[in-house]
């Protein structure tokens, strides 16, 4: 990506938010919507894309084309992506950027920017694993995880942010959405996927955080916490993946996510901000997260029998938390 001077939508033609259809010919809920996908090469992100610009937005395919363990590069997938929704009468545009890095995801903004004039929709998504039970992680597993997906969310959104704070100050605040990409994993652990689990985990703060910085701003943030078949899923967890026989509904297919995903990056869902969906097959649950559960106040310093006695009688009333997945 060469560096090149920013636009804005004042600068080109047929860059607003109005009169753009969808793939299809006709309008959708995002027509006119300029929308980045990270990793949107294959499995989810690429069911984003299209889904998207069926929906009438402009797209930018972000993608590295790794291998399943962040392993290689290649531009073929998010070039493929692009000439699969120009085929079906969108627009796309591909990036192959590393958005964990600062200049990456920068000159991953500019593409929106240089290409579109615009941005208004950031989903984050790329991500890969290094699945190991944690007496077996290696360090270097656990950083290339944490780095990819935590900093690969971070740094677009700061880069995204930035532009949409600068049109906010500007007097051309946007129906910005940005939407994050969790795991079960990090809602509930999984096992042999601590560095996944944590980094989803991360990603859940992050979105809270997010959508309380951003608000002034006019920017939504929200999560979503897909189960689809992937490569990163359809090896580890083969059989509750497999594609059904007989031309039944496939509950595990990406694309299944994708409709909650658009409509969480379209002017539809405003108003709502700091949430996490979880989204499979076709189900849609809002997911609530800690929250105050019972409570005991002394009024003093505990002993450590008296707070140990106490937790366990809160306990007794308390929710039992989700098992980790995998655990025995």
């Known amino acids: ?13 047929g860059t607003g938010s109005t009169g753009s259809t969808g793939s299809t010919g006709s309008p959708g809920i995002c027509a006119g919507r300029v929308v980045i996908v990270t990793g949107a090469g294959r499995g989810l992100g690429r069911a984003h894309a299209h889904a998207y610009a069926t929906e009438g937005a402009k797209v930018v395919v972000n993608d590295l084309g790794v291998g399943p363990d962040g392993s290689g590069s290649s531009g073929g997938p998010a070039h493929d992506v692009v000439e699969e929704i120009r085929a079906a009468g969108g627009e796309a545009v591909a990036h192959g950027g590393d958005i964990a890095t600062s200049e990456g995801a920068a000159s991953l903004v500019r593409a929106a920017l240089d290409t579109y004039g615009c941005l208004d929709t950031l989903v984050n998504n790329a991500g890969f694993l290094r ?36 049109e906010a100050k500007a007097g051309r605040a946007r129906h910005a959405c940005v939407v994050n990409t969790s795991s079960g994993a990090g809602l509930s652990g999984s096992v042999g996927q601590g560095n996944y689990s944590a980094a989803k985990a991360g990603i859940l703060g992050l979105t809270m955080v ?28 083969a059989q509750t993946m497999a594609a059904p026989g007989g031309g039944g509904f496939d509950a595990m297919a990406p694309e299944n996510v994708s409709p909650v995903v658009v409509w969480l990056g379209s002017e539809a869902s405003a108003g709502v901000t700091g949430r996490v969906f979880e989204a499979e097959a076709g189900r849609i649950t809002v997911m609530e997260g800690w929250r105050p559960g019972p409570t005991a106040d002394k009024g003093a310093r505990w002993t450590p029998a008296e707070a140990g006695d106490t937790a366990l009688k809160l306990l007794a009333g308390a929710e039992v938390p989700q098992p980790v997945y995998g655990a025995r």
């Open 1 to 13: 990506m060469t560096e090149e001077s920013r636009t804005t939508s004042a600068d080109k033609p």
């Open 131 to 166: 699945d190991r039970m944690l007496v077996n992680l290696d360090e270097d597993d656990w950083d290339a995880v944490l780095r990819v997906h935590l900093k690969g969310h971070f740094l677009p959104l700061k880069h995204a942010a930035a532009y949409w704070r600068g």
């Open 210 to 237: 997010a959508s309380a910085e951003f608000a002034s701003y006019g920017v939504r943030v929200n999560a979503i916490a897909p189960a689809a078949r992937t490569r990163m899923t359809e090896q580890t967890f």
